[in-house]
């Protein structure tokens, strides 16, 4: 069994809700009463299928990408938001979402295609802001106890500290200084003082999707095999030229037609994302895959369900994917006779 607020920690370690975009609502989406539970459902969208699955397996806490409504709102009427509201507060239990705080950061799970692709020399599509580290250094007038370094460690901009001979040393995000500050001060009971330096490295970029370089450059007709075969499926819309052959790879997991126009200003020669409008398509410099915002955020999730299964696992909790449900179907009607 595990801290529901230890769980909680553990995902914004890898997407912190600091980071989401000013409209979205990432973060708890329904608290529940369960302090502690062993079982963890990882799934896309808080469906009520799935979220019923996943408290029928024991599951007390449920992270979803998706958040349950972008917009506060009253279960006013009989529809899938009210279903899951009241499978949640009938079962005690917390849905979480992480929404753009996980798309965000390029090198996390959003990452997964570069991965399965081999994508080198990566850099982000949409830069928001990059994130610097800084060295902190206190004077200590006492050591400090195993607790008092284990709450310095909990902090998740926290990335590394050491204690020698009355000083302290703490490297974290350069944002997080008051924070680390004030929780010393919290934990000693007195306010030290500290020197800061902001440091070259490690440093790293928040944004929205990713470019990159094949190892070596492929014919179009095998990259698109190899496409189908990460994707699980071999069709999609195609939109703009088909380059003879492909070195730079372009995508964005979701809704990521905004960023055609920049992914061609960047050199890629293909671009795979979801929800690509007509005068995206209409413009496009190159040759655009829409693969799916299911398919492409479907995947992400399994990896983020992947990544804390390995991590929470050595804590007694046990992770469990859910698998969605594409709401996008291909029809084919034969002409009449």
Not at 174 to 199: C, E, F, H, M, N
Request: charged share 25%; glycine share 8%; net charge negative.
């Amino acid at each position: 069994m595990l801290d529901v607020q230890e769980i909680i920690r553990r995902i914004e370690g890898v997407a912190p809700p600091r980071y989401q975009a000013d409209w979205d609502r990432s973060g708890v989406q329904v608290a529940g009463r369960a302090t502690e539970t062993d079982r963890l459902a990882v799934m896309l969208d808080p469906r009520p299928d799935n979220v019923a699955k996943a408290l029928d397996r024991g599951a007390r806490f449920i992270l979803c990408h998706h958040p349950l409504s972008l917009s506060p709102r009253l279960p006013d009427r009989l529809d899938d938001y009210h279903e899951t509201l009241r499978l949640l507060l009938a079962s005690d239990a917390w849905l979480y979402a992480a929404h753009t705080s996980l798309d965000c950061q390029p090198l996390g799970p959003a990452a997964w295609l570069a991965r399965r692709l081999w994508l080198v020399n990566l850099r982000v599509l949409q830069p928001l802001a990059d994130v610097t580290a800084s060295e902190m250094r206190f004077d200590l007038a006492e050591p400090l106890t195993t607790e008092q370094k284990s709450a310095l460690l909990m902090l998740n901009e926290v990335a590394s500290m050491h204690e020698e001979q009355g000083r302290l040393r703490v490297i974290c995000e350069s944002d997080a200084r008051r924070k680390v500050a004030d929780l010393l001060a919290q934990a000693t009971g007195r306010s030290i003082g500290y020197s800061a330096l902001t440091l070259d490295e490690p440093k790293r970029s928040l944004g929205f999707g990713l470019l990159g370089e094949l190892k070596d450059p492929l014919p179009a007709k095998q990259f698109l095999r190899d496409l189908a075969g990460c994707m699980g499926r071999d069709f999609w819309i195609a939109a703009g030229q088909e380059p003879e052959t492909i070195s730079k790879v372009a995508y964005c997991p979701g809704s990521g037609g905004s960023l055609v126009r920049r992914a061609f200003e960047l050199g890629a020669d293909v671009y795979i994302t979801g929800d690509v409008k007509y005068h995206e398509a209409l413009d496009a410099a190159g040759l655009v895959l829409d693969v799916g915002h299911f398919g492409l955020e479907e995947k992400m999730m399994q990896a983020f369900h992947d990544r804390l299964r390995a991590d929470l696992g050595t804590q007694g909790v046990e992770a469990e994917f859910f698998p969605g449900r594409e709401p996008m179907r291909l029809v084919s009607h034969g002409r009449p006779e």
